[in-house]
């Protein structure tokens, strides 16, 4: 039973376009989103959050949108750089500190 | 710089023969997490402690046990591994903030278990 799901285990996009990578959840508790990324032979890092009061939230190139009524949230970088290459995972809280991963997509950006 | 250590960073074990992860944290964070991640799936919580209280999750079998000596340590012991049992493991901490939520968890860089 996989609460968050990352349909897509792979992503190929171009220099300087828009990078969209998606999660979908199924449980209705969640209230509190992230996305981590991954460098190879590292752990995962933060890299941007949205609480459920809110359906948007921006730091930069990182944009994280939520839509409750489709249980959907995506990660739009733009534009897209080659050090954006990695595995990112979207990850989904019911409080208690805990978090329930999907299973990653794996993003590269060619020149 | 503050950061979650494990060690070692990659550990081959026998079957069967006890193993023991570490994870070390100069955060000062009160919680501290393990994680299981095999191959292109999530990574799964094994269990976590909140200060000293341990909380395991139902799933987590009986095979894998932790310890938290300190704040600054928590350690993952695998009584009897099996070649099941290869994955990446990862170290987490968290802290309770007073104010809005924030559920971010700080990672260390994994320790890799190998079973043969």
């Known amino acids: 039973d996989q609460q968050v799901k990352q349909n897509s285990p792979s992503l190929s996009v171009q220099e300087g376009r828009i990078s969209i990578l998606n999660c979908d959840y199924t449980?209705?508790?969640?209230?509190?989103f992230l996305w981590y990324k991954k460098y190879p032979a590292e752990g995962p890092t933060f890299l941007i959050s949205?609480?459920?009061?809110?359906d948007k939230n921006e730091d930069g190139r990182f944009t994280v949108f939520l839509n409750k009524s489709a249980k959907h949230l995506s990660l739009h970088i733009v534009p897209s750089q080659p050090g954006d290459s990695a595995v990112y995972f979207c990850?989904?809280?019911?409080?208690?500190?805990?978090?329930?991963f999907g299973q990653g997509t794996r993003l590269t950006i060619n020149p | 710089d503050a950061m979650v250590i494990q060690n070692p960073r990659y550990q081959v074990t026998q079957f069967g023969k006890p193993v023991t992860l570490s994870c070390s944290q100069t955060?000062?964070?009160?919680?501290m997490y393990w994680y299981q991640q095999k191959s292109s799936q999530a990574p799964k919580l094994l269990f976590h402690?909140?200060?000293?209280?341990?909380?395991n999750e139902a799933d987590t079998p009986d095979n894998f046990q932790s310890r938290r000596p300190n704040t600054s340590f928590c350690f993952l012991d695998i009584r009897s591994p099996g070649l099941g049992d290869a994955a990446m493991y990862l170290c987490?901490?968290?802290?309770?903030?007073?104010?809005?939520?924030?559920?971010?968890?700080?990672f260390g860089p994994g320790t890799r278990l190998t079973v043969t």
């Open positions: 990850a989904a809280s019911a409080g208690a500190q805990k978090l329930v």
């Open positions: 449980n209705s508790m969640f209230d509190y």
């Open positions: 955060l000062n964070h009160n919680v």
């Open positions: 987490a901490t968290s802290t309770i903030l007073s104010g809005p939520a924030n559920y971010e968890q700080y």
């Open positions: 402690y909140y200060d000293k209280d341990f909380n």
């Open positions: 949205i609480s459920s009061i809110k």
